[in-house]
């Protein structure tokens, strides 16, 4: 009898239903996606190899990733807003899964000594509008795909080993106010 049951088309019928309200519960919804956050920085803290000041001792599972150092939320939905690490003495290099912190409007990491490239992901935070990362030992080059941050207003890299050319695709970014490239 029970076999017969999970056959009917009924049952499959109500459970698909079952399955489409809990996803479209906005209480599941945010669930998912501060998971998301969390896991974006949690990654961010794996690819620092060196942490003089112990900056990253509060990234961890006994208060919310909203109260780690350096770490701003909305207090709205508690989606990481901002990334302000500066001068923090933090080594290491900013992962692609940055990119997936998607409400960032503020990443301030200058005076560390972060290398490596930017990573392309950044392009996927089209709320950005403040990105500082002046004082590190970045390199490589500009990912061109920036241009995607609609509302960046600041883009600092100055005193990084950046080559290349600048992206043309820059000059899209209509609110663009400062640029430094030095």
Known sequence: MEYQFLNSKWF?????????????????KSAIIEV???????????HITQDPLQIMSSWNDSIH???WVGVTCSLFNERVTALKLE???????IPPSVGNLTCLKVINLQENNFHGQIPDEIGRLQQLQDLNLTYNYLSGSIPSNLSHCRELRVFDTSANGLIGQIPDRLSSLEKLEIIRLG
């Open 87 to 93: 001068s923090k003495q933090l080594v290491g290099s």
């Open 12 to 28: 499959w019928l109500h459970f698909l239903e079952f399955i489409h309200v809990l996803w479209m519960t906005p209480g599941l």
């Open 65 to 67: 990733f909203c109260n």
């Open 36 to 46: 998301d956050d969390k896991l974006a920085l949690i990654d961010f803290k794996s």
